[in-house]
């Protein structure tokens, strides 16, 4: 059985069949698949993952876009800038990190997302940066991704999501 959560064209989550103790885990955002290239989670830490931004959110996390003559593109390209870089300060990597967000573990880290409050709407950005990835697709190189959704939908999806994986468990499966 599939259950899916949400919109495709702002934000989805899809879950799926098992595979072991894996379950297919399908995430969409402003109509594309994030998870193209891994989509099965290991449920008990994906779960966990979730739920610590559903807690995050729920207490307020999120923080405006921190330029405001920036796109939402613009400004998740001017944060990946230094990303990495050899002489990147604590101070610079602490201040991208307060944005991030999908940090869900192998599921999602083929992804580079950053998520930005506006009172009771979330912008959502999200890159692909594996190489394996952009050869694939190469339609995909440079490209910023952009969703917009209600805060209250997101962590409704969130929430969702870690009620169906919950279940799962409650089904006496792995």
Request: hydrophobic fraction near 40%; charged fraction near 30%; proline fraction near 4%.
């Amino acid at each position: 059985m599939t259950v899916l959560l949400g919109e495709k064209n702002r934000f989805a989550a899809e879950v799926g069949e098992w595979e072991h103790s894996l379950r297919r885990v399908d995430l969409w955002a402003a109509g594309q698949w994030l998870t193209c290239d891994d989509n099965m989670a290991f449920v008990g830490q994906f779960r966990s993952d979730v739920l610590d931004t559903v807690a995050w959110l729920r207490s307020g996390g999120g923080s405006p876009m921190p330029f405001d003559d920036l796109s939402p593109e613009a400004t998740h390209r001017r944060l990946m800038q230094r990303s990495g870089a050899d002489d990147e300060t604590e101070e610079e990597y602490e201040f991208r990190s307060q944005f991030r967000v999908l940090s869900w573990g192998p599921t999602t880290d083929n992804l580079t997302a950053y998520l930005f409050r506006d009172t009771d709407r979330l912008v959502l950005t999200v890159q692909f940066w594996r190489e394996e990835h952009l050869v694939r697709h190469p339609d995909h190189a440079g490209r910023v991704i952009v969703a917009e959704v209600p805060a209250e939908e997101f962590v409704g999806i969130l929430e969702g999501l870690a009620v169906v994986l919950d279940a799962s468990h409650d089904l006496g499966r792995p």
